[in-house]
């Protein structure tokens, strides 16, 4: 069984370009969890999605930043606009049915020039 | 809302010696659970233990146990007998399922750990 796969590992954009994170969770699994790591920081949770569900976005900046996990394909987090202050990893995390246990990728390190 | 502490910013042990990473977590709920994470300079993370609020008994992983203090609210790891493999950024993280949030992990700032030969 695979594990959680994200891609890129590493995404580099210009400020004012799109960023498009993917996440393919474990399979069977069917809750995704986004979370950030600024530098000297630890993780911050940003949404929780189920298929085709945002269950908890409250830790999402209001703009610019969206998630979805459609029913086919993997968990999209998409950075519209980015700027330097977006550099950061990105990680996500699929669970079964509890969060409980929380299988996380490898994370997608994003570097805004 | 829920907050995780880790006041260490760095400790160093050396091989073969036990050492104690600390936290402390505020929370109002009463069911919800503990979790240390390891972070290699890979930068996966990896869980170490996790540790129920409702159970009195300390978790241990084979080299790995906590403390778990939930009056005071405190959550320590202890690593003994650490090897070279152990060197990693340690987090520790706090869930509930509060709202229906089913275990978002709230993360402390971490502890980065150097194991010395």
């Known amino acids: 069984n695979a594990g959680v796969m994200q891609n890129p590992r590493h995404l580099v954009r210009r400020r004012g370009q799109e960023a498009r994170l993917r996440c393919s969770p474990m399979?069977?699994?069917?809750?995704v969890y986004w979370y950030r790591q600024l530098p000297e920081e630890g993780l911050k949770f940003m949404v929780y999605l189920q298929k085709e569900n945002i269950i908890d976005e409250s830790g999402m900046p209001k703009e610019r930043f969206s998630a979805e996990f459609p029913k086919e394909g993997p968990s999209i987090l998409r950075i519209q606009q980015v700027v330097r202050g977006d550099s950061a990893a990105y990680f996500c995390a699929s669970s079964p049915w509890t969060g409980l246990e929380q299988y996380f990728g490898p994370g997608t390190r994003l570097t805004v020039t | 809302a829920q907050t995780v502490t880790q006041s260490q910013p760095e400790m160093s042990v050396q091989e073969a010696e036990t050492v104690t990473l600390s936290c402390t977590y505020d929370t109002s709920e009463s069911d919800y659970y503990l979790f240390w994470y390891k972070q290699p300079p890979s930068r996966q993370m990896i869980l170490v233990i996790r540790q129920e609020a409702y159970k009195q008994q300390n978790a241990t992983e084979n080299r790995f146990s906590v403390n778990f203090q939930k009056a005071a609210k405190s959550f320590s790891l202890k690593i003994s007998d650490s090897q070279l493999g152990d060197a990693a950024m340690y987090f520790c993280a706090y869930g509930d399922n509060s709202g229906g949030s089913n275990y978002k992990l709230t993360f402390g700032k971490g502890t980065l750990l150097t194991v010395n030969p």
């Open positions: 399979k069977g699994h069917s809750h």
